[in-house]
Nanobody
Framework: QVQLVESGGGLVQAGGSLRLSCAASGLTFSNYAMGWFRQAPGKERGFVATIRRSGGLTYYATSVKGRFTISRDNAKNTVYLQMNSLKPEDTAVYFC??????????????????WGQGTQVTVSS
């Protein structure tokens, strides 16, 4: 049974930082590319960042590029999202997700195989 468990969300002031973690189990983590998505109230789930299984290639949404960094530790079966210079518009539930890495990055939620339950990030102004 595959499980993805996010942690690290919380309340932070604008300009602050948070690091999200997503611990994976029940799959061969090093075979999977991983991504982060977010969903604000009343909005669709949107792409944030993704990373290839080796960690050698990443891709970001324009809105977070330069502020957020995705990384992974395959020895710990964990993917991270370091979020700096947070803005109120970053407020959302953040989800991690994974898909079997076939050689390219994916940004469409429906193409991901596994999802976590999400962690709330709230940025106050």
């Amino acid at each position: 049974q595959v499980q993805l468990v996010e942690s690290g969300g919380g309340l932070v002031q604008a300009g602050g930082s948070l690091r999200l973690s997503c611990a994976a189990s029940g799959l061969t983590f090093s075979n999977y590319a991983m991504g982060w998505f977010r969903q604000a109230p009343g909005k669709e789930r949107g792409f944030v960042a993704t990373i290839r299984r080796s960690g050698g290639l990443t891709y970001y949404a324009t809105s977070v590029k330069g502020r957020f960094t995705i990384s992974r530790d395959n020895a710990k079966n964990t993917v991270y999202l370091q979020m700096n210079s947070l803005k109120p518009e970053d407020t959302a539930v953040y989800f991690c997700a994974g898909y079997r890495d076939l050689g390219y990055l994916i940004t469409v939620p429906s193409d991901y195989d596994y999802w976590g339950q999400g962690t709330q990030v709230t940025v106050s102004s």
